[in-house]
């Protein structure tokens, strides 16, 4: 059933849900001996965390029958599919000239660190946190991107192996979550938007043996910041006409009527 609730009260329950999602493996490991040694299983277990929560609250707060729709992907997969291709492709062919094709690469192992990680991490971090707190609950974008990009960097952490290697990382990280932000509202509350961004840019660097983690070398940066620039050219371009959705006004506050 629908329900309507104040925006503190709202904001508590998607931050709270969400914390649950994200630590809520780690904590229960730390209690119970549960290991799963077939990858498929343990992926299944792992992503259940994130989605069990999250679309309970969802249902909760709008009925079940809402989930696609409140998690921005009741909206056409195929332009974010089209303009994922367009926009990455810099990427594709510049790690297929740099970079070589991995030795050891493993289908099942490149499906879930490109597919599944990049669809779940913009479910969970764009389409639940960020986007129900700006979309239902006052949020502005700044608070709500901040608040997702810290956790979506935090999140990542783990790649680095020294102190300035990690803060790198986590700033990297951190910038793409507010990039990815962006491009989903631009784009209509489109989700798949940045999923497949998400997707082939992880493929691109998963397919080919690029960098052990998400800072990457200068040429790998040159054109990942190249597919940066064509998402924004091309975004602006799409809202000519309308304007950008995200005006000043919104940037602290969002007073909106969904």
Request: charge should be positive; aromatic fraction near 18%; proline fraction near 3%.
């Amino acid at each position: 059933m629908k329900t309507k609730l104040s925006p503190v009260v709202g904001s508590t329950i998607i931050i709270i849900t969400f914390l649950i999602a994200f630590y809520g493996k780690r904590i229960a490991n730390n209690y119970f001996d549960f290991s799963l040694s077939n990858p498929i299983l343990y992926t299944f277990y792992f992503y259940s965390w994130w989605l069990l929560p999250t679309i309970f609250a969802i249902s909760c707060l709008y009925g079940f029958r809402n989930v696609i729709k409140e998690a921005g992907l009741q909206k056409n997969p195929v332009s974010g599919l089209v303009f994922a291709l367009v926009t990455v492709s810099p990427m594709f062919i510049s790690s297929a000239i740099i970079g070589n094709i991995s030795g050891d690469l493993d289908l099942g192992i490149l499906i879930r660190s490109s597919l599944i990680a990049g669809f779940m991490e913009e479910y969970l971090f764009r389409g639940f946190l960020f986007g129900i707190l700006f979309r239902k609950f006052l949020w502005g974008f700044i608070p709500s991107a901040v608040l997702g990009a810290f956790f979506f960097g935090l999140g990542h952490i783990y790649q680095g192996n020294h102190f300035f290697e990690t803060m790198g990382i986590f700033l990297i990280t951190s910038m793409g979550a507010l990039w990815f932000a962006w491009l989903y509202i631009e784009w209509n509350e489109n989700l798949w938007v940045p999923v497949f961004l998400h997707v082939f840019m992880n493929l691109s660097w998963g397919l080919f043996d690029i960098s052990n983690n998400a800072l990457g070398d200068v040429y790998a940066n040159i054109f990942r910041i190249l597919t940066i620039t064509l998402t924004i050219v091309i975004t602006v371009f799409y809202n000519k006409n309308r304007g950008l959705k995200i005006k000043k006004g919104h940037l602290i506050i969002h007073y909106n009527k969904n």
